[in-house]
């Protein structure tokens, strides 16, 4: 009996703490499968207690480079905070908690390259046609690190490697 009541007791304690918030469904990492990274968890469903967009556009030697859905989507165990839904190249920030992500974090997800030197196998240096160049809102990022621009909501990032495109691309939010 005295077995019974003890997890009687636990039972209802935890049912306690998970109705306070204190316990979460998103609290359990999934699996080792889809490791923490950059201290953001692939949760089960999706965080909508912060909830913004921002818009990366990426352009090699002059082409659009499709960023691709499904980053940061690991279906059907997880999500990441940082993801795309589909190949418009809008970031979607979904989070638990009032965080500012940044550049890194996001390719850190998608499993890709990014530095002041370098974007996927591409090699940045001082030659015309090996550039790395960020814009932010259609302004050039000049001395800081790529990698630590924060994400916020409706920033509009476009990043060049080699010959830029003829025009900056401006992105416009719908919401």
């Known amino acids: 009996m005295k077995h019974f009541q003890l997890i009687i007791l636990i039972a209802l304690g935890v049912f306690c703490l998970s109705s306070m918030g204190i316990i979460n469904d998103y609290a359990i990492e999934v699996s080792a499968q889809y490791p923490i990274i950059d201290g953001i968890r692939c949760d089960r469903t999706e965080i909508l207690d912060f909830h913004y967009h921002a818009h990366l556009n990426i352009f090699v030697n002059g082409s659009s480079y499709l960023i691709p859905a499904g980053i940061g989507i690991k279906l059907p165990d997880c999500i990441y905070w940082l993801h795309t839904h589909d190949a418009s190249g809008l970031i979607h920030i979904e989070s638990p908690q009032n965080n500012t992500f ?10 890709q390259k990014f530095n002041n030197n370098q974007i ?18 259609g302004t050039a990022i000049n001395r800081t690190s790529y990698r630590d621009i924060p994400i916020l909501n409706h920033e509009d990032i476009v990043i060049i490697y080699g010959t830029r495109p003829p025009e900056i691309p401006q992105y416009k939010f719908l919401y």
Request: proline share 0%.
């Open 120 to 137: 996927f196998g591409l090699k940045a240096d001082n030659s015309t046609d090996r550039t790395l160049t960020v814009y932010l809102n």
């Open 102 to 111: 940044n550049l890194g974090e996001f390719f850190d997800i998608w499993g």
